[in-house]
């Protein structure tokens, strides 16, 4: 069986799966049961600076979008850091530490933009035993107004003064936690690296109004009858989530910097191609949020058995696989043809393939009178829409033509060499190919 | 001592009134609105799809589902009835298992189709519980047309017709309208007299005045409104039914299933209602499974539905048989009745096995009786009562494609006419169609 077990930097779990600074992390009973449930490590919910606490709305925090049978695919919140004292969680932590010193206990930061501020709380933090720190510089909302969270984020030079007085500071490795809120996410992680940070997470959340209520005129969730922008995450921010990680993974400047993965992580496979995009953990929140812990189980498995059948022995070994493969669309090759090829056997005749194709693409699907549908080869550009509507998987599959065949579409051969838009003849600004 | 299942003969009261409640309650309880939420996203929007192909109203069914989808099951409704003004009935008595959603993708994929005719039933309930009428009359044409029968075919004509801005007389033989949704549908499809109910408010359009308890033949003929009105409908159903052709159907205790079954739908108290120990139900259709099944639920001990033919030849589908089979009713193919026994009322019956070979049906020889104090006949009605000089073909009256009849100005829809199966279903379509075309010709 495939070993599980993770190291990242310096900080060990029995997996790479780890809560997310949220509410399932907030207090010692969530934390408790989260690891009796078998999650690996925990970042604790952000905690702000000795004195009173921040305070929450009295109303709905979270807002939602759904898929079909009302999936959760979407969700949102306008949640502030810990509402609880300080020292409360500060007591809280060091009992669940010592209690569970296998697991990862990370606490999650968030104290104005002063070095007196993070001078103070890092000792009282480093105190508890935890394992490292992660600095919240991505929370989008309440607390960006007040000069900290994703107002720090979206500032690489206020990143990295922070994060370099907190290396300064304390033992403890540190995490800067980033913000999708931003125009190019490589920036701010730079920043951290300068700052000398042991590895970023990322995205936080995202600015968003999930809906409005039509009768009253509010955006959801509503107070009293007026909304805030909430940050926005689960299944639905994935592939922003993954497309950030992969540019400060394929970034020079920051290639090889650790990466915690964050960002609708909700099964196994969410959590493999995270990793393979060059995340050497996962964190997770909106899917127990929605499931509740017990997921963690079909994570493990589900990791687990994929990695022995493709004969990969350590976590490690999975990470930044898949960064080879994220080019920019100038290099991808223009002389790789396919063609959607429709499986008769797994056709259930819905249709949805010839719709999507006839009102919105290419006309490549025809349908006869005994709804039989099929490819017009010499029509397809291999655009993945029809995989995309179909509701059976598998259904339709892109298969590539071998080389020296004859595309019907274009009545050309194709092609056996690699070539792309830097060399092509249509481009303005081509290069000779050597 | 009060009755039971075990009481020999024909008496009612075999079960006890919260026994007959709960066994005569919804067959399909209504969705509430998580169920149909749940039912409806299930529902993938197929491209001209299958199940709309196979409503003979032609209800954009993927059309009315979003609309159920996206919160807004009025809107579902308005798509349903402008096709079919009876979708509230037609969501309760379709045989859906062999239209809409056998051809569901989901059915060919899973085996488990949309529930398209339970959703129909959401969406058509839920405007008709705020008591309004969706459709508005046209201004007046000033043109007349009778409407001769009240039923699913009648009804549909009429209100096609009103909306249009004809004046429409609907005429009934009965004295209370909706013909078989009314008299001859098991009760248990159609609970709350929503057959009642649905008519009143079909009228709500305006225009159509009504004259029940006027029969063609003895108060109407057919000269007299051709005269009086501008064009005439006819939609008089199958009043005659087939005779068994056995010795013995004399014998008290043999009697047709319609009219038990319309005796039923019209009771006010089904423990007052008789009903054999030994029931023997002979036929093969949809009335055969509705007199069977009900004999059941009213507490009779033992209940045979006995057809000549194989089971993939009864006229009810493979979902009514097995309704019937899960009520206890034994399917017994292949057996045809030789006589009727008994000192006076029926005892039993007398069947012959039957072989068939290249469609034709042969008695093997070999007869065995089964108990039967009561005996239905279920093997078909007949047309009775059609007017002379319209052009008959196969017992009905013969139609064009539009309900159209060897006589200018007379049209025939429903299951007195040519053409289509004997459904409800099938008959709003007739008498919607037929009202287009009498609208065409009028105003042409």
Known sequence: MADLTSTFIGIKSPNPFWLASAPPTDKEYNVRRAFEAGWGGVVWKTLGAEGPPVVNVNGPRYGAIYGADRRLLGLNNIELITDRPLQTNLREIKAVKRDYPDRAMVVSLMVPCEEDAWKAILPVVEETGADGIELNFGCPHGMSERGMGAAVGQVPEYIEMVTRWCKQTTRMPVIVKLTPNITDVRKPAEAAKRGGADAVSLINTINSITSVNLDTMSPEPSIDGKGSHGGYCGPAVKPIAMSMVSEIARNPETHGLPISGIGGVTTWRDAAEFISLGCGNVQVCTAVMTYGFKIVSEMVSGLSDWMDEKGYSSVDEVVGRAIPNVTDWQYLNLNYVAKAKISQADCIKCGRCYAACEDTSHQAISMSEDRTFEVIDAECVACNLCVNVCPVEGCITMEPMATGETDPRTGKPVEPDYANWTTHPNNPGAVAAE | ?444
């Open chain 2, 1 to 444: 001592m009060p009755n039971t299942q075990m009481t020999p003969g024909i008496v009612a009261g075999r079960l006890d009134s919260d026994q007959l409640s709960e066994n005569f309650a919804d067959l399909h309880p209504p969705y509430a609105g998580h169920e149909a939420a749940v039912a409806a996203d299930r529902c993938y929007f197929c491209h001209d799809a299958p199940c709309m192909t196979a409503c003979p109203t032609d209800i954009d069914i993927p059309l009315f589902i979003r609309q159920i989808q996206t919160g807004t099951p009025d809107a579902a409704a308005k798509t349903i009835l402008g096709q079919n003004i009876l979708g509230g009935m037609c969501a309760r008595v379709c045989p859906t298992e062999t239209l809409c959603e056998e051809v569901c993708v989901r059915e060919v994929a899973e085996g488990k189709p949309v529930e398209i005719g339970r959703l129909q039933r959401y969406a058509t309930d839920h405007l008709m519980a705020s008591g309004e009428h969706p459709f508005e009359r046209a201004a007046a044409t000033g043109k007349s047309v009778a409407v001769v029968g009240a039923g699913p075919a009648g009804l549909s004509c009429a209100h096609r017709l009103a909306m249009h801005g004809h004046d429409v007389t609907l005429y009934d033989a009965k004295p209370k309208p909706g013909g078989l949704n009314e008299f001859g549908i098991a009760a248990y499809k159609t609970t709350h007299d929503f057959a009642a109910r649905e008519v009143d408010w079909l009228l709500q359009i305006g225009g159509i005045s009504t004259e029940f308890g006027k029969a063609l033949g003895s108060d109407l003929d057919l000269a007299t409104l051709s005269k009086q009105f501008d064009a005439v409908f006819l939609s008089i159903g199958l009043g005659g039914v087939n005779s068994l052709r056995a010795a013995g159907e004399e014998r008290d205790g043999v009697a047709d299933a319609v009219s038990f079954i319309a005796n039923l739908r019209q009771a006010d108290d089904l423990s007052k209602l008789k009903v054999g120990r030994n029931v023997v139900v002979i036929g093969g259709g949809m009335t055969a499974v509705d007199a069977a099944v009900q004999s059941k639920l009213l507490g009779a001990e033992n209940v045979t539905i006995a057809y000549r033919r194989g089971r993939d030849q009864m006229g009810a589908s493979r979902f009514e048989q097995d309704l019937a089979a899960s009520h206890g009713v034994r399917i017994l193919p292949h057996a045809q009745p030789v006589a009727v026994h008994g000192n006076g009322a029926a005892a039993e019956v007398e069947f012959e096995y039957t072989t068939s070979a290249d469609g034709k049906l042969t008695g093997t020889g070999e007869t065995f009786r089964l108990a039967a104090d009561q005996v239905f006949k279920a093997i078909g009605q007949t047309l009775d009562g059609a007017p002379d000089g319209l052009e008959i073909e196969g017992g009905k009256i013969k139609v064009g494609a539009n309900g159209s009849t060897s006589i200018t100005g007379v049209w025939a829809g429903g299951d007195c006419a040519t053409g289509g199966d004997d459904l409800t279903v099938t008959a709003v379509a007739e008498g919607r169609d037929a009202a287009e075309d009498i609208h065409a010709k009028l105003m042409g």
